[in-house]
């Protein structure tokens, strides 16, 4: 899992640079609103697949099964309805999401919604398969989303130019390829025949799980909407490059926490699972030293790295020529990079704690972390921002979300260890 992962981050940002060198600040900052757009669309989604986790983690019997294929098939038709009100809702308010995103055009708002869909019913099957603890499959399913999403986008650049109208298509078809591996590794469970679905009961178990992922996930994501509503276009294409690594280092190491998860809920041994957390928590810590000090050494080196692209003769002229245009940007925003990397530590570390707090089902304490967020949140609507700003909020907003989560996880290890 984790080599698939590694590779579909390499993808990944794969993509970005293909974005960096052949989109202008503008467009390319557009590409990066409408990604995080779907991640803000999908928030509930990795409590979704908390959820399905935690209830395939569990399955001991036949009934079970057939009670969780229930679950599968109701929570997906309910996520399709909810993703046609969504529509109609943009349907009626394009004019002002098209101005208040600075788009020209509403042909990428509508691929986009398109994109959001199967990210919707993704998480359901990935929560099976994590519960399964295939993360074989799981990382095979993530690795398709990644290489999708590269190869689109490079065949649209190499056939139609840098049209970011279609540029979403990516997204969609890497989305669409983890779908299918997922769907049919968990056919089994889609062919079982099902029950009648208790909504009341599913509903009133989901809302908890759901706490701690949808947190992490709007901690990872509100900022780049608010950048692009407040700063000028090229300057929130500029933050929103600099802030791609920090994202991506999140997103890189949270399957260390997806794979500590299911372990936690089977095992619930007080000893054994104060060790697993500590020893993720330090795992998750190193990746984000090692990767922090590597892009940190890069971002010194920016200038002469520059240099060297510029007038390297095994390069394309295309790629010199843009890299050599584009680069007092791409100083600015190595400039930047660092001081990013330092805010999003924290909440790369925090996904460790609050993940545990999930899998023990402290929900109480996942909820004080609500405050947390709630402040932040008001932080983002309401105080004028600059760039440095921005970035301190997100820092202090990811510091605070560690010291709580940390706190409250203690907390519990200390209760278990006493008991």
């Given at each position: 899992?984790?080599?698939?992962?590694?590779?579909?981050?390499?993808?990944?940002?794969?993509?970005?640079?293909?974005?960096?060198?052949?989109?202008?600040?503008?467009?390319?900052?557009?590409?990066?609103?409408?990604?995080?757009?779907?991640?803000?669309?999908?928030?509930?989604?990795?409590?979704?697949?908390?959820?399905?986790?935690?209830?395939?983690?569990?399955?001991?019997?036949?009934?079970?099964?057939?009670?969780?294929?229930?679950?599968?098939?109701?929570?997906?038709?309910?996520?399709?309805?909810?993703?046609?009100?969504?529509?109609?809702?943009?349907?009626?308010?394009?004019?002002?999401?098209?101005?208040?995103?600075?788009?020209?055009?509403?042909?990428?708002?509508?691929?986009?919604?398109?994109?959001?869909?199967?990210?919707?019913?993704?998480?359901?099957?990935?929560?099976?398969?994590?519960?399964?603890?295939?993360?074989?499959w799981l990382g095979w399913a993530v690795l398709c989303n990644g290489a999708g999403r590269f190869l689109t986008i490079f065949c649209l650049f190499a056939f139609l130019g840098a049209n970011i109208n279609w540029i979403m298509l990516g997204p969609l078809i890497g989305v669409l390829g983890a779908l299918i591996v997922s769907g049919i590794i968990c056919?089994?469970?889609?062919?079982?025949?099902?029950?009648?679905?208790?909504?009341?009961?599913?509903?009133?178990?989901?809302?908890?799980?759901?706490?701690?992922?949808?947190?992490?996930?709007?901690?990872?994501?509100?900022?780049?909407?608010?950048?692009?509503?407040?700063?000028?276009?090229?300057?929130?294409?500029?933050?929103?490059?600099?802030?791609?690594?920090?994202?991506?280092?999140?997103?890189?190491?949270?399957?260390?926490?997806?794979?500590?998860f299911p372990r936690l809920v089977k095992e619930r041994s007080g000893h054994t699972g104060s060790k697993l957390v500590r020893d993720t928590a330090l795992a998750t810590f190193g990746v984000v030293i090692c990767v922090s000090l590597f892009s940190w050494i890069a971002c010194l080196l920016a200038p002469r790295l520059l240099d060297y692209a510029s007038?390297?003769?095994?390069?394309?002229?295309?790629?010199?020529?843009?890299?050599?245009?584009?680069?007092?940007?791409?100083?600015?925003?190595?400039?930047?990079?660092?001081?990013?990397?330092?805010?999003?530590?924290?909440?790369?570390?925090?996904?460790?704690?609050?993940?545990?707090?999930?899998?023990?089902?402290?929900?109480?304490?996942?909820?004080?972390?609500?405050?947390?967020?709630?402040?932040?949140?008001?932080?983002?609507?309401?105080?004028?921002?600059?760039?440095?700003?921005?970035?301190?909020?997100?820092?202090?907003?990811?510091?605070?979300?560690?010291?709580?989560?940390?706190?409250?996880?203690?907390?519990?290890?200390?209760?278990?260890?006493?008991?």
């Amino acid at each position: 899992m984790v080599g698939c992962t590694t590779l579909a981050g390499v993808f990944m940002f794969g993509v970005h640079g293909l974005g960096l060198v052949f989109l202008n600040a503008a467009s390319y900052g557009l590409f990066m609103v409408l990604l995080n757009l779907v991640n803000f669309s999908t928030i509930l989604s990795p409590g979704i697949q908390t959820v399905f986790a935690y209830e395939t983690a569990g399955v001991k019997n036949l009934r079970a099964e057939k009670t969780l294929s229930a679950n599968i098939v109701g929570v997906l038709v309910v996520l399709t309805c909810l993703w046609g009100l969504g529509v109609g809702v943009v349907f009626f308010g394009e004019s002002w999401i098209l101005a208040k995103l600075k788009m020209t055009s509403s042909r990428g708002l509508w691929v986009t919604l398109l994109v959001i869909l199967p990210h919707l019913w993704l998480p359901v099957l990935m929560g099976v398969l994590q519960g399964r603890q295939l993360f074989g499959w799981l990382g095979w399913a993530v690795l398709c989303n990644g290489a999708g999403r590269f190869l689109t986008i490079f065949c649209l650049f190499a056939f139609l130019g840098a049209n970011i109208n279609w540029i979403m298509l990516g997204p969609l078809i890497g989305v669409l390829g983890a779908l299918i591996v997922s769907g049919i590794i968990c056919r089994d469970l889609l062919c079982l025949g099902s029950e009648r679905i208790a909504w009341q009961r599913w509903f009133l178990r989901a809302i908890p799980f759901a706490l701690g992922p949808g947190v992490f996930q709007f901690m990872l994501t509100a900022d780049a909407i608010v950048a692009r509503a407040n700063f000028e276009e090229i300057e929130s294409g500029h933050y929103a490059a600099a802030t791609l690594v920090g994202r991506g280092l999140v997103m890189f190491v949270g399957p260390l926490a997806g794979v500590m998860f299911p372990r936690l809920v089977k095992e619930r041994s007080g000893h054994t699972g104060s060790k697993l957390v500590r020893d993720t928590a330090l795992a998750t810590f190193g990746v984000v030293i090692c990767v922090s000090l590597f892009s940190w050494i890069a971002c010194l080196l920016a200038p002469r790295l520059l240099d060297y692209a510029s007038s390297a003769t095994w390069l394309p002229a295309a790629v010199s020529g843009a890299l050599e245009s584009k680069g007092p940007a791409l100083l600015w925003v190595a400039g930047v990079v660092p001081l990013f990397l330092i805010a999003m530590g924290p909440l790369a570390i925090a996904n460790v704690f609050v993940s545990h707090l999930v899998a023990l089902k402290e929900f109480r304490k996942i909820s004080c972390l609500i405050v947390v967020v709630l402040a932040y949140g008001i932080g983002l609507a309401t105080i004028s921002f600059s760039v440095n700003v921005l970035i301190f909020w997100v820092g202090l907003g990811n510091l605070g979300l560690l010291l709580g989560a940390l706190g409250f996880s203690y907390r519990v290890q200390k209760s278990a260890k006493n008991c």
